[in-house]
RNA sequence: GUGGUUGUAGCUCAGCUGGUUAGAGCGCUAGAUUGUGGUUCUAGAGGUCGCCGGUUCGAAACCGGUCUUCCACCCCA
């Protein structure tokens, strides 16, 4: 043993258990995607750099790992460049490809590539890895999945209101119940950027009123400042600081206060719309919550902005988002494609359902009989009745060797084996099998022939 | 990318202002118990103190660098 072997910052590796729970995440997202009439694709896990680059603007394109080119790269750099040494002007001709950043921009790739064969509307999940050279925090990595379903291809808001549906059967069958989906909309952010007369400073606006929860009021309006908002535009905003009551009040609010706005008040008819549809519907265990400082990466929404927030008591950045862009097809050339979609981000999710304890304890039980392996004979017999368990279904194991039965049952114990089958000499003899139940210690004979006895028992 | 923080046994952590052979609990192995785990008792094995260099008679401890962890920015899931 030279030197002890690591992974790099950022990354992960993945024990039995844990694969067990995030299979158990997985499942549940999955099919619940299915039930909304959303179809699986998956994308190459690294594209040509020209395709992510730009995408996600100069923070973005930082965080974008790059992939060297092969052979003798470096010698085919001219000494003008090399010379240089500006990694912007050097990287492009060292490195043509760079690992997926994120899910939706390799879609709208997808979309365009493949624009001829499908059929719209149509919706589509995803669920692969993504990579970004950021610095890992908690609930932040380098290497992370990422589970998104979007809708290309349908105006109608009847999207926005399923996708919050589908948050809510999502987050309601993982047990996750409290959670919060915040809604908000990028008219309804233009719009008051037009009314307090800051529409050319939208993106420093919204980004600074996103911070209102973590930085307060007065955190927001020094960044405003700081940004080259007015004091007198940040003051008529000032109202929309402190908005409070049901989402019905907080909207005839903002009805009032984007009159003078079309693009601003067309984003509150927007939000009532959903909002009046989910109320007539009802959610299961989320809450529809108006949040108007929500503002998200503004790069490509164009209209409902989503968010979903851990039950209260959770220190937990957001579990999940999205939104509706217009025209997100429109940069690989094809015009005039809306969409909206949601992401849940499964890593973060984890660390909530294991912070709550909501991860169901079968999970783990990734054996549900052993044989214990008294030697040669026995053990063939056991074979024997092991393959018919397995041929019904039930995850069955026989120990290896004739060791030690106290350790052949510390190590039941420690697989968290519910049953084990001792058949012995003498069971041998008389053609029976003791089985034990782990949990409580008692033991019960059976036959060789009233398998089917067990199995029940077992599937039971 | 900026500022800070962390690293000692498989795991969670002690280890005082530098001073012999670096400790505990849990886990592991063996025995008490030659057909029974989860409880108990006894014994044992496990560590180039993240890595590289420096200061010193002497470094786990002090200094520099580097990697890693976590945190605040930035940004975001």
Redesign the pocket.
Known sequence: ????P??????RDFSPVAVGKRNYIFDIVKKHFRTFGFQPIETPSFENSETLMGK??D??D??IFKILNSGDFISKVDDVTYSSKKSSSLTPKISEKALRY?LTVPFARYVVMHQNEIDFPFKRYQIQPVW?A?????????E?Y?CDADVVGANSLLQEVELVQLYDAVFTDLGLTGTTIKLNNRKILAGIAEVIGAKNNLINFT?ALD?LD??GAEGVKA?MLAKGITETAIEKAAPLFSLKGSNTEQLSILAEFLAASEMGSKGVEELVFIIDAIAALELHSASLAIDVTLA????YYTGAIFE?AAPEGVKM?????GGRYDDLTGIFGLKDVSGVGI???L??IYLVLEELDLFPKEIDRSLQVLF?N?GEKEALASLGLLTQLRAAGITADIYPSS?????Q??F???RKVPF?V??????LASQNL?V??????E?TTYGFKELDKLIALLLG
């Open positions: 043993m030279a030197q002890k690591s992974i790099p910052k950022g990354t996600y603007g923070e973005g930082r965080l994120d970004r950021d610095r890992p925090q908690k609930g932040r990595f380098r992370f990422q980004v911070k973590k930085i960044e998200r990466g503004l790069n979903v950045g957001s579990i999940g988002g992401s849940f981000g890593d973060r214990v008294f060791s030690k039965l106290q350790k049952f510390k039941a114990n420690n084990v001792t058949i012995g000499a003498n069971e003791v034990k139940n782990m949990e409580n210690g033991q």
